[in-house]
């Protein structure tokens, strides 16, 4: 039998190995977490999220990045919204237009691929170029566009990807019903809601936490903008910046600053995880 | 009234066969961008000295890539390194072993994971890893580090990619036909048995995929890296020095060297081999999971 007890001390052994893995992922993430949290609550106070930055700001006197918010905000809702335009008709396009062994979804796909592992620097230093080609300055537009183009390969493979589940049988049905394909739209955007939800969710959650891309084009600044050719702060950037300054308070803001966005993303991805486990259960 | 519904489809057909070739198009003209941004630098040195001299003197026009893409290779083999065995063991638990409610806490720890920006990992790189590798590790070897590191680039990074990983094995996994997992179990092979001869032989390619795909992405990763890495110039000779990887050069001087150029061409020369390695590297391995995906349906 001593095959047999190595056979078992082995598969033991794997058993616990793979339990440490995934006591090492747990590690991360509540080391991760708690390190933001305990370092961002200390320095968190009602005025870092409701003020601009005042004069002196950034020798460690008063004032907020209320401007980073709003900067946030405003790029990532327009690009969200830019993004939506784009991708359903490119998903719907994919999936009820094309064939299912279509080459051109084929290669469509694979250059969705790309542009999704494409790294978000890449997006800035190109998006940079194409801003001076058509002279303009770091601006809210120019943030809008890039993070436009970077969140559209994400909203299309996470929409791709529950649309492509999607039961046949409805899309026949209603062309038995006379429908034509445009028509059909209708039943499919409903039909995949959830799935749109969710990536806009996803999409939101990369838009709000990228800083390569914004760095060169939406550039920073201390005021909210007003209109879409001035600069505007975001939170990613106002929690690098501020931590490469070498005063403790104006750090102890980029604490904060990396809290309040840590918040956002975690309150993005669970109400993600609850659209998915909500709808998927009903489907069946 | 018909012919008007019709010419709406045709219409929107139209339409959306724009969008989709325009995006397919995107790729190209990304490509062709950066290529004609590079190519003033490219005319002056030959393709050769760029990516093997290490001279890095852009006031005096010289421009060696050495160092950085040295750089990005250790950081990036360290956190495959790190990252490979915790991913792997935890995707084949949850595929082999776990029962639904374990996959209940693991799977939301692991959207966490994914949904953290790159600037709050570099938050806790700087908190957490930088001080223990100065004060804790780096003694043992070395008089002094600041802790700056390609090890604490390679870990931070190594974290980061733990949820691509982890999602991309558990999706080639699960391409195994339940069938083949059976016929092994019911011969009396223990589960790891089969998960090792049965699960892992039959996923070596998209295995591969993946791990390039991971790759890819943990070379173009930019804020965290830059926040930890150090950013000293000069090729690394242990893991317990600084480094600079290709993004962090590129998001560091951007800006700054709009008056040269030959340093702007050289930038975006650095943007360019990010661009062809991860073109290259994700073409390859989608086309591989894609294939996997097709034998599976």
Known sequence: ?284 | MIRKRIVKDKLAHGVMLAMTLLSIVFVVVMAVGLYVKSAPVLENRSLWSLISSSQWKPMKGEFGFLPFIVGSLWVTFLAILISFPISLLTAVYLTEYARPVVRKFVFPALDILAALPSVIYGVWGMLVIVPWISDKVARHFVDFSSGYTVLAAGIVLGVMVIPLLVSLFIEVFSSVPAELREASLSLGATRWQTAKKVVLRKTLAGMLAATVLAISRAMGETIAVLMVCGCVIGIPSNILEPCYPIPALIANNYGEMLSMPLYESALMFAALILFVVVLVFNLLSRIILYRIERSEA
């Open chain 1, 1 to 284: 039998m001593k095959v047999s007890r190595s056979k078992r001390t082995e598969e033991i052994l794997f058993k616990v190995l793979m339990w440490i893995a995934m006591g090492i992922v747990f590690g991360f993430v509540i080391s991760v977490i708690w390190t933001v949290f305990s370092r961002g609550a200390k320095a968190m106070s009602w005025d870092m999220i409701t003020k601009l930055p005042g004069g002196g700001f950034y020798i460690g006197k008063e004032g907020g990045f209320l401007n980073a918010i709003v900067g946030s905000l405003y790029i990532v809702g327009a690009s969200t919204i830019l993004g939506l335009l784009v991708s359903i008709p490119v998903v719907f396009f994919l999936n009820v237009y094309l064939k299912k062994d279509s080459r051109l979804a084929y290669v469509a796909r694979l250059a969705f691929d790309v542009l999704f592992g494409m790294p978000s620097i890449v997006y800035g230093a190109f998006g940079f170029t194409i801003m001076i080609f058509f002279g303009l300055r770091t601006s809210l537009l120019g943030g809008i566009i890039v993070i436009t183009l970077l969140i559209i390969p994400i909203f299309i493979r996470s929409m791709d990807e529950a649309t492509r589940n999607f039961p046949r049988d409805i899309l026949d049905a209603s062309y038995a019903l006379g429908a034509t394909r445009w028509e059909t739209l209708k039943v499919v955007v409903r039909q995949i809601a959830p799935g749109i939800a969710t990536a806009t969710l996803l999409s939101i959650g990369r838009a709000i936490g990228d800083a390569a891309s914004v760095m060169f084009t939406a550039g920073y600044t201390d005021s909210i903008p007003t209109s879409l050719s001035q600069p505007a702060a975001t939170l990613p950037l106002a929690v690098f910046f501020q931590l490469s300054s070498p005063i403790p308070e104006v750090q102890d803001r980029a604490y904060a600053a990396a809290l309040v966005l840590t918040i956002i993303v975690l309150l993005l991805s669970i109400s993600g995880r609850f659209i998915t486990n909500r709808f998927s259960k009903n489907k069946l």
